[in-house]
């Protein structure tokens, strides 16, 4: 059974201390891994779709690396508007088209 | 950009009742999905669908069922509303091309069944 593994729960920074969030999976055969933001009463934003092992996205403050067994969420000089719990996922099997999710991560960024 | 709605941000019913939550997407998309979303337990998939009028039973189907009688549209049943089905649902679509293709979320509706 596939399974996505987030850690911490819970991640509190100040305003410009740099941190990584990690995300676990098993799966047989990466078939993409997704990173979501989720702000508080709204849905998940898509940030980034990582395909294959050494690949890495980049988005402002935001950088997403992946390996054969996990994805890093790098967050470089993190700004409170950064506060938010933050989603990694895989696509289920071929056939339901549709995404395992891990609990998230919750960062609280102090100003 | 896309832009998935859905029809109420927040919703409350009673018991026994039959609720509809309505979804809309504009981009074209085949791929059609319902999520419930409770704290401690993440994200779970509850009904998806790839065409008009075809739909697959998710991880937690029941208690459920959908409608997709337009590509752009795609509903959620609650056949008779129970207290266990709070919780904030969301519905997302994407592009048929593979399951690799990233998910559009709608911003959620918060449903309260009392």
């Known amino acids: 059974e596939d399974q996505v593994t987030q850690s911490p729960e819970a991640l509190r920074l100040q305003e410009g201390e740099s941190s990584s969030l990690n995300c676990s999976y098993t799966?047989?055969?990466?078939?993409?891994l997704f990173w979501y933001r989720q702000d508080p009463g709204k849905g998940p934003e898509f940030l980034f779709t990582?395909?294959?092992a050494g690949e890495e996205k980049e988005k402002e403050r935001l950088k997403a690396t992946l390996t054969k067994k996990e994805s890093f969420l790098h967050i470089t000089a993190p700004k409170p508007e950064d506060s938010a719990t933050y989603l990694c996922?895989?696509?289920?099997?071929?056939?339901?088209?549709?995404?395992?999710f891990g609990s998230g991560t919750r960062l609280q960024v102090q100003p | 950009d896309v832009k998935v709605t859905q029809s109420s941000r927040y919703l409350v019913k009673r018991t026994g009742e039959k609720v509809f939550l309505e979804c809309v997407q504009d981009m074209d998309h085949e791929n059609m999905f319902w999520y419930r979303q409770d704290p401690g337990l993440g994200l779970r998939l509850i009904y998806f669908?790839?065409?008009?009028?075809?739909?697959e039973k998710g991880d937690i189907p029941e208690g459920y069922s959908v409608s997709r009688e337009k590509k752009e549209r795609f509903s959620l049943i609650l056949e008779s509303a129970s207290t266990n089905q709070t919780s904030m649902y969301l519905c997302?679509?994407?592009?048929?091309?593979?399951?690799?293709?990233?998910?559009?979320f709608g911003d959620g509706t918060r449903l309260s069944i009392l």
């Open positions: 997302a679509s994407s592009f048929q091309q593979g399951s690799n293709q990233p998910q559009h």
């Open positions: 799966v047989s055969g990466l078939r993409g």
């Open positions: 669908s790839y065409d008009v009028k075809m739909k």
């Open positions: 990582l395909y294959s």
């Open positions: 996922a895989v696509p289920m099997d071929m056939g339901r088209r549709a995404l395992t």
